[in-house]
Protein backbone atom coordinates (compact mmCIF):
# COMPACT_ATOMS: atom_id res chain seq x y z
CA UNK A 1 0.00 0.00 0.00
CA UNK A 2 3.11 2.26 0.44
CA UNK A 3 3.88 4.53 -2.88
CA UNK A 4 6.01 6.71 -1.49
CA UNK A 5 8.25 6.68 1.51
CA UNK A 6 10.10 9.94 3.54
CA UNK A 7 13.12 10.01 5.12
CA UNK A 8 14.79 12.33 7.08
CA UNK A 9 13.11 13.65 9.45
CA UNK A 10 14.12 14.58 13.33
CA UNK A 11 13.90 16.60 16.00
CA UNK A 12 16.46 20.02 15.81
CA UNK A 13 16.71 23.14 17.30
CA UNK A 14 14.81 26.31 16.00
CA UNK A 15 17.44 27.84 13.57
CA UNK A 16 18.59 24.28 12.71
CA UNK A 17 18.20 22.16 9.26
CA UNK A 18 17.31 19.00 7.86
CA UNK A 19 16.80 17.50 4.59
CA UNK A 20 13.42 15.08 3.85
CA UNK A 21 14.11 12.70 1.47
CA UNK A 22 11.49 10.81 -0.80
CA UNK A 23 11.32 7.59 -3.36
CA UNK A 24 8.85 5.69 -5.08
CA UNK A 25 8.15 2.42 -3.75
CA UNK A 26 8.57 1.47 -7.85
CA UNK A 27 8.74 3.74 -10.67
CA UNK A 28 5.41 5.61 -11.58
CA UNK A 29 5.45 6.27 -15.43
CA UNK A 30 4.77 9.88 -16.58
CA UNK A 31 4.96 12.11 -13.65
CA UNK A 32 4.30 15.91 -13.86
CA UNK A 33 4.88 17.31 -10.52
CA UNK A 34 6.11 16.05 -7.04
CA UNK A 35 5.84 18.23 -4.02
CA UNK A 36 5.58 18.18 0.04
CA UNK A 37 2.60 19.14 1.76
CA UNK A 38 2.69 18.94 5.99
CA UNK A 39 0.15 18.64 8.26
CA UNK A 40 0.59 19.67 12.26
CA UNK A 41 -1.92 19.09 14.57
CA UNK A 42 -4.90 20.33 14.72
CA UNK A 43 -4.53 22.00 11.48
CA UNK A 44 -5.52 21.00 7.96
CA UNK A 45 -2.52 19.62 4.97
CA UNK A 46 -0.86 22.64 3.40
CA UNK A 47 1.26 22.66 0.62
CA UNK A 48 4.58 23.15 1.59
CA UNK A 49 6.37 23.07 -2.05
CA UNK A 50 6.33 21.41 -5.25
CA UNK A 51 8.06 20.97 -8.74
CA UNK A 52 6.67 20.35 -12.00
CA UNK A 53 8.46 17.93 -14.89
CA UNK A 54 8.00 21.48 -16.90
CA UNK A 55 9.96 23.46 -14.47
CA UNK A 56 8.25 25.37 -12.23
CA UNK A 57 8.58 25.55 -9.21
CA UNK A 58 6.42 26.93 -6.31
CA UNK A 59 7.05 27.53 -2.42
CA UNK A 60 4.25 28.60 0.52
CA UNK A 61 4.67 31.77 1.49
CA UNK A 62 5.70 30.57 4.91
CA UNK A 63 8.76 28.83 3.56
CA UNK A 64 9.76 31.22 1.07
CA UNK A 65 13.95 31.97 1.69
CA UNK A 66 14.27 28.72 3.53
CA UNK A 67 13.10 26.16 2.43
CA UNK A 68 14.46 24.64 -1.29
CA UNK A 69 12.65 21.69 -3.29
CA UNK A 70 14.66 19.53 -5.64
CA UNK A 71 14.27 16.17 -7.53
CA UNK A 72 13.29 14.10 -10.55
CA UNK A 73 9.78 13.77 -11.80
CA UNK A 74 11.08 10.65 -14.30
CA UNK A 75 12.86 9.19 -11.06
CA UNK A 76 10.55 9.73 -8.78
CA UNK A 77 12.35 10.94 -6.47
CA UNK A 78 11.77 14.62 -4.42
CA UNK A 79 14.26 16.64 -1.82
CA UNK A 80 13.41 19.49 0.74
CA UNK A 81 15.75 21.04 2.34
CA UNK A 82 15.17 22.94 5.42
CA UNK A 83 17.10 25.71 6.67
CA UNK A 84 16.50 28.04 9.46
CA UNK A 85 13.62 26.06 11.13
CA UNK A 86 11.09 27.55 13.24
CA UNK A 87 8.79 25.83 15.79
CA UNK A 88 5.82 26.87 13.44
CA UNK A 89 7.70 24.36 10.87
CA UNK A 90 6.98 21.03 13.40
CA UNK A 91 4.18 19.03 11.51
CA UNK A 92 4.10 15.50 9.37
CA UNK A 93 5.79 16.24 5.78
CA UNK A 94 4.48 13.75 3.21
CA UNK A 95 5.41 13.64 0.18
CA UNK A 96 3.67 13.77 -3.26
CA UNK A 97 3.42 12.46 -6.84
CA UNK A 98 0.76 13.57 -9.87
CA UNK A 99 0.55 12.52 -12.82
CA UNK A 100 -2.10 14.72 -14.81
CA UNK A 101 -3.43 13.09 -17.40
CA UNK A 102 -5.56 10.77 -15.45
CA UNK A 103 -5.37 12.53 -12.25
CA UNK A 104 -3.71 10.06 -10.67
CA UNK A 105 -1.74 10.62 -6.74
CA UNK A 106 0.84 9.08 -4.59
CA UNK A 107 1.27 9.98 -0.95
CA UNK A 108 3.93 8.47 1.42
CA UNK A 109 2.87 7.71 4.58
CA UNK A 110 4.92 10.68 6.07
CA UNK A 111 7.59 11.81 8.44
CA UNK A 112 7.84 13.81 11.33
CA UNK A 113 9.30 17.19 12.01
CA UNK A 114 9.89 18.52 15.38
CA UNK A 115 11.52 21.71 15.89
CA UNK A 116 11.89 23.04 19.42
CA UNK A 117 14.85 24.18 21.79
Known amino acids: QVQLVESGGGLVQPGGSLRLSCAAS????????MGWYRQAPGKQRELVAY???????TYADSVKGRFTISGDAAKNTVYLQMNSLKPEDTAVYYC???????????WGQGTQVTVSS
Open 96 to 106: NAQRFGDSTNY
Open 26 to 33: RVFVSIDA
Open 51 to 57: FTSAGST
